[in-house]
C-alpha cells in the first residue's frame, strides 16, 4: 500500500497516493474535459470518474470502475477530485489566512 491522502468515497474510505508518471499523464489528458466549455456534460462526468478510477485503481488493482461508479455523486465528487489533484501536484490546496488579534 502506497502512503497518501484517505478519501471516503460511498461508505469505502480508500488511501489514494500521488499518481505515478503514467497515470498521470492520462489524468493531465482528461483534465482538459472537465475544465472545456466545448465538451458535452457526460464528458465531463465520464472524464471526473475516469480520473477518480486511475487514482484509486494504483493501490486497488482489482477495483472495477463501477465500483467507483456507483458511490459518486455531485455532494462528493469535487472534493475527491480535489484531493487527487492535490496529492499529486496538480492543484494547490488553498491557505487560509489567519487575522491576528
Not at 37 to 65: H, L
Request: charged fraction near 30%.
Amino acid at each position: 500500500m502506497i502512503e497518501g491522502v484517505k478519501v471516503k468515497i460511498g461508505e469505502q474510505e480508500y488511501e489514494i497516493p500521488a499518481l505515478n508518471f503514467p497515470r498521470l499523464k492520462k489524468v493531465m489528458a482528461l483534465q482538459t474535459k472537465l475544465v472545456g466549455e466545448t465538451g458535452e456534460k457526460s464528458d465531463q462526468v465520464d472524464a471526473m470518474t475516469e480520473i477518480i478510477f486511475i487514482a484509486v485503481q494504483r493501490n486497488y488493482p482489482d477495483i472495477k470502475r463501477e465500483e467507483i461508479e456507483d458511490s459518486l455523486d455531485m455532494l462528493n465528487v469535487n472534493g475527491i477530485l480535489d484531493e487527487i489533484l492535490f496529492v499529486s501536484g496538480l492543484k494547490k490546496r488553498p491557505t487560509l489566512e489567519v487575522e491576528q488579534i
